[in-house]
């Protein structure tokens, strides 16, 4: 495999396990000869990253809980004594009680609306914020998003609206550190089977409707995920910002299911 990330050092947050997208993207940067390094939320979570993290042969593992400002000063400061400096960092968190993804959006509570804006939206901010200190030679920030920022999607609710201030975030942050050399992009993949999906209800409708009805029959795959994530961070991507990438099989540009669907 040609190694398009040679030479590069980065920081993959939100690995849950072997199926979360956090995990696609690192091992595929990891494939193509970047170095990364990763972070864990709890001791629990620890169990199923540290594996993954021997299998990437990372030489920094942290923890780092987006809602803990101390825990992230601590993990960048290891990465700035280990490397000096950072290529690229993915953002890969989103939450929300899962109780409120069903029902109407109108009975959002305030708690839920705050904390889900806060994990999935600004934590990104958070990040990019850390990482944009140790991009001294211009570097790559990328996060993952779904089309429900802009498409009503059953079962989505505030989650919608917390993605849709993802993606303009990416749009201000591109604008912002692009004269530094520095790209910031989102990866919208289609539905995928894992740990954060599950939890929204009616997942596995979507899934399988998806897949039935974009044009190329398929929802993506973590290699698809992260290949776009390894373009956007090589000199391939060099000349993209501010974008949301969709790999969702095209089910983005249909206006009806397919004919034998509907």
């Keep these: ?16 396990n072997e199926r979360s997208i956090a995990w696609g993207i690192a091992n595929a940067m ?3 000869g970047a170095v990364v390094a990763v972070t864990y939320q709890t001791e629990n979570l620890a169990k199923r990253v540290l594996p993954l993290s021997r299998r990437l042969g990372s030489p920094i593992v942290a923890r780092a ?3 803990d400002s101390d825990s992230l000063d601590r993990a960048f400061a290891q990465i700035a004594d280990k490397w000096g400096k950072l290529d690229f960092m ?19 509570s305030h708690d839920n609306f705050n904390n889900s804006l806060s994990i999935s939206c600004y934590s990104f901010i958070e990040l990019a914020r850390r990482s ?3 991009m001294t030679d ?12 802009n498409r009503v999607t059953p079962f989505y609710n505030v989650m919608g609206v917390a993605k849709a201030a993802l993606e303009a975030s990416v749009r201000y942050l591109a604008n912002d550190l ?13 539905p995928m089977r894992t740990l954060a999906g599950a939890a929204i209800g009616g997942a596995r409708k979507t899934f399988r409707h998806m897949q039935a009805n974009s044009p190329l029959r398929s929802n993506p795959t973590l290699e698809a995920i992260g290949g776009t994530a390894v373009y956007l961070a090589s000199e391939h991507g060099k000349c993209t910002t501010g974008e949301i990438i ?4 095209g089910y983005h540009v249909l206006g009806l299911p397919q004919s034998d669907n509907i």
Aim: overall charge negative; hydrophobic content about 40%.
């Design 178 to 190: 692009g004269p530094e050399g520095i790209r910031v992009n989102a990866i919208s993949p289609g």
């Design 1 to 16: 495999m040609s190694e398009l990330l040679a030479g590069q050092r980065g920081l993959v947050v939100g690995i849950a």
């Design 65 to 67: 809980d987006v809602m």
């Design 138 to 149: 211009g570097g790559t920030l990328l996060t993952v998003t779904f089309q429900g920022s």
């Design 132 to 134: 944009h200190a140790l």
């Design 30 to 32: 990891h494939e193509h």
């Design 90 to 108: 993915v953002h890969a968190v989103a939450y929300s009680d899962r109780h409120e993804l069903t029902g109407r959006f109108i009975n959002t």
């Design 246 to 249: 969709v790999v969702d099989g």
